[in-house]
């Protein structure tokens, strides 16, 4: 599946990671780090690895927050062009799965991953990987 979802993004030029954090971004708004690691269930220092790769590429920008010590986290024009085109080629992937495997199988893998998660605590979406 992962191989899938990277062989989509790949031609946009995302990894997983990379889009999900584009996607967060988009969907929280200017965020802190620390609350956006939190939200994700991503250990902040892996967390500040990928949104650097987004930053460099100029698709987010880190700002000062509201409190003098604070940062703040936003998507760049450039970052929501990007999001959008990506999101085409998430959606492509989505709809290939659904068809090699059926919504039904799909539906019952989401529910016994989302399960297991759950499970796990937070220690479980933390991971080094760059893939979804």
Known sequence: MARLYAAELGQVGLKGAQFSLLSALHGYGP????????????DPS?????V????????????????????????TASGLAKQLEAKAYWKRA????NERLGVTEVATLHRLI?????RLGPAAHSSDEEGP
């Open 31 to 42: 965020i802190a780090p620390g609350e956006l690691s939190r939200r994700l269930g991503m």
């Open 94 to 97: 989505q709809l290939a799965l």
């Open 52 to 75: 650097r790769l987004l930053i460099d590429q100029g698709w987010a920008e880190q700002a000062r927050g509201s409190e003098p010590r604070s940062r703040s986290l936003t998507l």
């Open 46 to 50: 892996t967390l500040t690895r990928n």
């Open 114 to 118: 989302d399960g297991a998660l759950t």
